[in-house]
T-cell receptor, first 117, second 112 residues
Framework: EAGVAQSPRYKIIEKRQSVAFWCNPI?????LYWYQQILGQGPKLLIQ????????DSQLPKDRFSAERLKGVDSTLKIQPAKLEDSAVYLC???????????????FGPGTRLLVL | KNQVEQSPQSLIILEGKNCTLQ??????????LRWYKQDTGRGPVSLTI?????NTKSNGRYTATLDADTKQSSLHITASQLSDSASYIC???????????FGAGTTVTVRA
């Protein structure tokens, strides 16, 4: 079974520039998550999709971050404009159903490591 | 305030030795608790999952325990190997919400 795919794996940009990340979840997984993981910390949920609808985006800095999951499969996360504090690993995960409250397993991609200079 | 606290933040052990990682949580009511292993440069991978009614779960040399009364969990690594060098993250699921609570992780370094 193919895992969660993410690209690019690494990105270096200057502050105020824009950047986009792509995620392809495991086939058949209805739920897709984007996490931000700052060095030395656990992942922080940015946004959660169920099919192509947003379930939770309460921690997404909407003034600069946006995400979409058209057609309920692939997803893109965009930062515009980037700030120094956005330097982190951006993890995408997917699960068959919503994780939490039940025993659904989240499967994580390798992440995109972003460095903002 | 983070509802999941892990300790120690990091530890170094010699190959072949055992170690125990701790996870304390305040998430309530509680549904289940997972331990993830995250190798450097990769995404987390689930090691074990325990519901509130379970108090131990093993996956090879990894054994997780859960005390739902004291809201504590531990992950024990037996006969450590160099490949055990990773970050171990505790994740707690509430019973009445879809939001997961992640700990900051414990970084384990196994030395030959």
């Amino acid at each position: 079974e193919a895992g969660v795919a993410q690209s690019p794996r690494y990105k270096i940009i200057e502050k105020r520039q824009s950047v986009a990340f792509w995620c392809n979840p495991i086939s058949g997984h209805a739920t897709l998550y984007w996490y931000q993981q700052i060095l030395g910390q656990g992942p922080k949920l940015l946004i959660q999709f169920q099919n192509n609808g947003v379930v939770d985006d309460s921690q997404l800095p909407k003034d600069r971050f946006s995400a979409e999951r058209l057609k309920g499969v692939d997803s893109t996360l965009k930062i515009q404009p980037a700030k120094l504090e956005d330097s982190a690993v951006y993890l995408c995960a997917s699960s068959l159903r919503l994780a939490g409250r039940n025993e659904e397993t989240q499967y994580f991609g390798p992440g995109t490591r972003l460095l903002v200079l | 305030k983070n509802q999941v606290e892990q300790s120690p933040q990091s530890l170094i052990i010699l190959e072949g030795k055992n170690c125990t990682l701790q996870c304390n949580y305040t998430v309530s009511p509680f549904s289940n608790l997972r331990w993830y292993k995250q190798d450097t440069g990769r995404g987390p991978v689930s090691l074990t999952i325990m519901t509130f009614s379970e108090n131990t779960k093993s996956n090879g040399r990894y054994t997780a325990t859960l005390d739902a009364d004291t809201k504590q969990s531990s992950l024990h690594i037996t006969a450590s190997q160099l490949s055990d060098s990773a970050s171990y993250i505790c994740v707690v699921s509430p019973r009445n919400d879809y939001k997961l609570s992640f700990g900051a992780g414990t970084t384990v370094t196994v030395r030959a």
